[in-house]
């Protein structure tokens, strides 16, 4: 008697139909509701090094502050996405103004905003985030923060941020 190994793909399809059907016994739990929430306030302060970024002048930094306000189109239970409404950015005294933007705060903690700012020449730039909260996308206030060189102000500045973000309905 000759016994003969079944075929990988024959193999992978009866495991596939085992799991199908015992799909409905198999609970994997239910997602955890999000509670509602509409608008976001981020506000935050830090410094901004000049791009390129010299280590030899790192103790040169310049003051920055950003405050943005978001209207919150989307939210499922692991991401709130966003638009960004209106807000400024203040780079050692000069002001750039808030054009357009979006961006999105999962459940990892992590925020990534790009914005199109324009300055008071009238100069369009484009503002990118990348941010780290000490939660996840819900109602309240949360400390934020973003890094450099990720965070950065087109190619004039990188931004060192700290602040926080308030999310209410």
Same mark, same amino acid.
């Given at each position: 008697?000759?016994?003969?190994?079944?075929?990988?793909?024959?193999? /992978?399809?009866?495991?596939?139909? $085992?799991? *199908? #059907?015992?799909?409905?016994?198999?609970?994997?739990? +239910?997602?955890?509701?999000?509670?509602?929430?509409?608008?976001?306030?981020?506000?935050?302060?830090?410094?901004?090094?000049?791009?390129?970024?010299?280590?030899?002048?790192?103790?040169?930094?310049?003051?920055?502050?950003? /405050?943005?306000?978001?209207?919150? $189109?989307? *939210? #499922?239970?692991?991401?709130?996405?966003?638009?960004? +409404?209106?807000?400024?950015?203040?780079?050692?005294?000069?002001?750039?103004?808030?054009?357009?933007?979006?961006?999105?705060?999962?459940?990892?903690?992590?925020?990534?905003?790009?914005?199109?700012?324009?300055?008071?020449?009238?100069?369009?730039?484009?503002?990118?985030?990348?941010?780290?909260?000490?939660?996840?996308?819900?109602?309240?206030?949360?400390?934020?923060?973003?890094?450099?060189?990720?965070?950065?102000?087109?190619?004039?500045?990188?931004?060192?941020?700290?602040?926080?973000?308030?999310?209410?309905?």
């Amino acid at each position: 008697m000759q016994y003969r190994i079944p075929h990988p793909i024959l193999v /992978s399809c009866m495991i596939l139909s $085992t799991i *199908i #059907t015992l799909s409905p016994i198999v609970s994997f739990g +239910e997602a955890k509701p999000v509670d509602p929430f509409s608008n976001l306030t981020i506000r935050a302060e830090g410094q901004a090094y000049n791009i390129p970024y010299n280590y030899y002048y790192k103790g040169m930094h310049k003051s920055a502050v950003l /405050s943005l306000t978001c209207a919150v $189109t989307k *939210i #499922t239970p692991g991401l709130a996405k966003f638009s960004v +409404e209106g807000g400024s950015i203040s780079v050692n005294g000069e002001t750039y103004s808030v054009s357009s933007g979006k961006g999105h705060w999962g459940n990892n903690f992590k925020l990534q905003i790009n914005v199109k700012v324009t300055s008071s020449e009238g100069d369009i730039f484009q503002l990118i985030l990348h941010g780290t909260a000490d939660g996840s996308p819900g109602p309240g206030a949360f400390e934020v923060s973003f890094s450099m060189p990720q965070s950065k102000l087109a190619s004039k500045y990188f931004l060192y941020l700290d602040g926080n973000i308030v999310a209410s309905e």
